[in-house]
């Protein structure tokens, strides 16, 4: 089987091209409520290149690391006075749509300006191979000489002009925009530049561009045929460029939170395919622009394949590129040195068994040590990610409670140590089958604040890392490596089992049942409400109040059969109601 996976791969490569791309570990934002705020995916970036890695379509001597632009870079596009505000939480929290509290502004600027040189060193290197390159982040088309938005604080395509034009290019420039919104801030910052021809599908109309910008405001939900027919035309239109910059939106697939778009993943593809061949043997710098939707990721990843020479690729409709790329950090991590996060017997470990020393090491599910976890946190990059988020030299500390074993992550901020991580572990058997029991789990952002923009929900006193995907991923493979059936837990509050209930399930169908019964009749509700009704007994189950039941909730490893009768038949059977002095009272 495996010599077929290979050869299937290497047919699959034949006829393709190596497409360079831009990208680093620190192209993800840090900012821990965006998604689930504003619905903005912080991993996408990760998630598209991951992909890409591991499917070969990029190989890893073609990945370039980006270098910062400079703020003299920064000054020739944008005004003093905008560029110092910069340096503002406030600045910061009103373009990314979250409280001051939460903008690491330091992190976050590194941030904008490492991106910013991914589209200046991209240029630099497409006039070198006549060809496509990709910057894994970027885009940025909603900023101006003296403001940001939309997520965007900085316009890199401007910016990168600038300088190359500084270094003496004088060629035609056009940038085609296909995100979902308008260029304004490319717009205004490209103003007066006759060598610059700007070309945009969108599908919001947000008043008139400046002179000089090719703007064709397409349908709301338009359907591929229509918008490819409309791509066409505006590529009738394109001057012959010395040098093009393509935003290649993901946000123009049907159910994106922000686009009007209504493209199927076919239909992004057959864009991407229709401006590769538009831009042959032309210097391309290609950006993804915004994307708002759960398969956001998947739009930009066929775009590098497309310009790979691959577009007839599918990717799986049920491939998740976390999981994928935490098996594949647990597999390096298992060669390295006979085998990772198992230990020797110390001596330590060997002069407490003799009463001599101190203590064994403490280890969880009689296998973790604090160490060893802390290796794995670093590998799959988890430490720096908290690092980015102001938390100073993080650590693990591991002992054991009357109810499991505790994992403990600490890092320091403000002149003290801060506990951002507290869970509690056991081995317990559900439905027969032995598997790790999450007791607790509480993963926390101290020097963040609750707002308008990121309410308290319940259960919680601090807002959260917004690393519980990822949390999960690592009890999946501690799972799995201690032979274990999956991994459970036990929800205390509705909104945590609606945010695990794409790989979770109730052990008891009926519970299930009752579940689904209650998200169909809640989903009107924003979660934050949702959950706040059903904590506050506000909720009534066929016309009587109902008491959340905080029943085991399970993660198979090897998922069995399911009763799928016995939970239809309980779903359609309760009906949720909100109470009726509840309603109105909003979140």
């Not at 998947?298 to 935490?326: C, E, N, Q, W």
């Not at 239809?568 to 979140?587: D, I, K, M, N, P």
Request: glycine content about 12%; proline content about 6%.
């Amino acid at each position: 089987m495996s010599v077929w996976r290979g050869m299937k791969r290497w047919l699959l490569t034949l006829g393709s091209e190596s497409v360079p791309i831009f990208y680093d570990e620190a192209y993800r934002l840090p900012l821990t409520g965006i998604e689930s705020t504003v619905g903005v995916e912080p991993r996408g970036v990760d998630f598209t290149t991951w992909y890409l890695l591991e499917k070969r379509v990029v190989r890893p001597e073609d990945v370039y690391r980006p270098l910062p632009v400079s703020y003299a870079e920064l000054s020739r596009v944008h005004t003093a006075t905008y560029l110092e505000s910069l340096g503002r939480p406030e600045t910061l929290a009103r373009i990314y749509a979250v409280d001051p509290s939460e903008v690491p502004v330091d992190t976050l600027l590194s941030y904008v300006r490492l991106v910013c040189g991914g589209t200046l060193g991209a240029a630099r290197l497409a006039f070198g191979r006549r060809g496509p390159v990709v910057n894994m982040a970027g885009g940025f088309h909603h900023a101006a000489p003296d403001r940001g938005g939309g997520f965007c604080a900085v316009n890199d395509i401007a910016v990168a002009l600038a300088t190359l034009n500084a270094d003496g290019f004088e060629g035609r420039a056009v940038v085609l925009d296909l995100d979902a919104h308008p260029p304004d801030g490319t717009a205004a910052c490209l103003a007066g530049h006759a060598n610059v021809w700007i070309g945009s599908l969108s599908g919001s109309d947000w008043g008139v561009l400046p002179e000089g910008v090719d703007e064709t405001l397409v349908p709301h939900d338009v359907d591929d045929a229509r918008y490819l027919a409309l791509l066409d035309g505006l590529l009738s239109r394109m001057p012959t460029p010395d040098l093009a910059f393509v935003i290649a939106g993901g946000d123009v697939l049907g159910g994106d939170r922000f686009g009007r778009v209504g493209l199927t993943l076919e239909g992004a593809r057959r864009r991407d395919l229709m401006l590769a061949r538009a831009l042959r043997g032309v210097p391309s710098v290609w950006l993804p622009g915004g994307g708002y939707h759960a398969d956001a990721w998947k739009v930009y990843a066929g775009t590098v394949l497309a310009l790979a020479g691959m577009g007839s690729r599918p990717i799986k409709a049920k491939y998740d590129p976390l999981s994928a790329h935490f098996r594949r950090v647990s597999r390096l991590l298992s060669q390295e040195e006979g085998a990772a996060l198992e230990e020797p017997l110390t001596l330590e470990d060997l002069e407490g068994s003799l009463g001599f020393g101190g203590a064994i090491q403490p280890r969880v599910l009689g296998y973790y040590t604090a160490q060893s976890l802390e290796y794995a946190l670093f590998r799959y990059g988890l430490l720096g990610h908290i690092e980015r988020l102001g938390y100073h030299r993080p650590r693990v500390e591991v002992g054991s409670t009357g109810v499991g074993d505790r994992i403990k992550v600490l890092g320091r901020a403000g002149g003290e140590e801060h506990l951002l991580v507290d869970a509690v572990v056991e081995r317990r058997t559900l439905a027969g089958a032995p598997f790790l029991f999450v007791n607790w789990l509480s993963l926390r952002h101290p020097r963040a604040r609750f707002s308008e923009h990121r309410p308290r929900l319940p259960g919680q006193d601090v807002p959260g890392l917004g690393l519980s995907r990822e949390a999960t991923e690592m009890f999946v493979l501690m799972a799995r490596r201690l032979g274990l059936a999956g991994v459970a837990s036990r929800p205390m509050w509705y909104h945590l089992a609606v945010v695990a209930r794409e790989r979770f399930r109730f052990v008891d169908p009926a519970r299930q049942g009752r579940f689904e019964a209650m998200m169909r009749d809640l989903a009107a509700l924003p979660l934050v409400e949702a959950t706040r009704l059903v904590a506050d007994g506000r909720i009534l189950l066929d016309g009587e109040p109902y008491r959340w039941e905080p029943d085991d909730l399970v993660l198979w490893l090897d998922p069995p059969a399911v009763d799928v009768e016995a939970v239809a038949r309980e779903r359609e059977r309760c009906h949720f109601t909100v109470e009726e002095a509840s309603r109105g009272l909003g979140a």
